[in-house]
């Protein structure tokens, strides 16, 4: 197959029409880049504040999502699928109640698993490379587990001293990521469009 065969195909035609259609709405994607980097920017003076909101809108999340599994437990019939969502549910309501009435304990509950999470991350990617060290590229495997790894346990050794601000950063950094990527596609659609 040759790049004029690539070029001609179904796919790259579905390509560039879509990227002829984005490409008339290039300045919301500028727009959203720039209100999404000022949200970022605002994030990172106000650390403990986005560290708040977040712990807020997960809590709200799962308070929502345990009344979902509260109201399936009531329409299963049987006994054990009644128990199971039933215990689900408040699990789930009751965590994100802790979270609403008490950020700060649930900033501090999220932080822990984040680190745990993470801990356990690296460790499976590291057994997933050492169970598979022969085969070509999967030393990556082994580096993305090390730093997984390495996170999850800088994560776990400051904790609770990082609960206030730690959740906030990462939220901070992922709307500025999210923007940059959001201006820069816009400014390439409109580069496109001539």
Not at 44 to 51: D, M
Not at 116 to 134: D, E, Q, S
Not at 155 to 180: R, T, V
């Amino acid at each position: 197959m040759t790049d004029s065969d690539f070029n001609t195909s179904p796919g790259s035609d579905r390509l560039a029409k879509a990227l002829t259609e984005l490409g008339a709405h290039w300045g919301w994607f500028i727009a959203l880049g720039i209100v999404l980097l000022i949200l970022g920017a605002i994030g990172f003076v106000h650390v403990f504040a986005a560290t708040l909101v977040s712990v807020i809108f997960i809590g709200t999340l799962m308070l929502i999502g345990g009344v979902g599994e509260l109201i399936h437990a009531w329409r299963v019939k049987q006994l054990a699928g009644f128990l199971f969502w039933s215990a689900s549910g408040l699990l789930y309501a009751g965590a994100g109640v802790v979270a609403l009435v008490n950020p700060v304990v649930g900033a501090s509950i999220l932080t822990l698993l984040l680190g745990a999470t993470l801990i356990a991350v690296g460790a499976l990617r590291l057994w997933l490379w050492f169970n598979n060290r022969g085969q070509r590229g999967w030393p990556w495997l082994a580096l993305s587990g090390l730093i997984t790894l390495a996170t999850g346990i800088l994560i776990a050794a400051l904790w609770p001293g990082n609960s206030m601000w730690l959740l906030g950063l990462l939220l901070s950094i992922d709307l500025l990521f999210q923007g940059w990527s959001a201006l820069l596609l816009g400014l390439a659609l409109k580069q496109r469009r001539g």
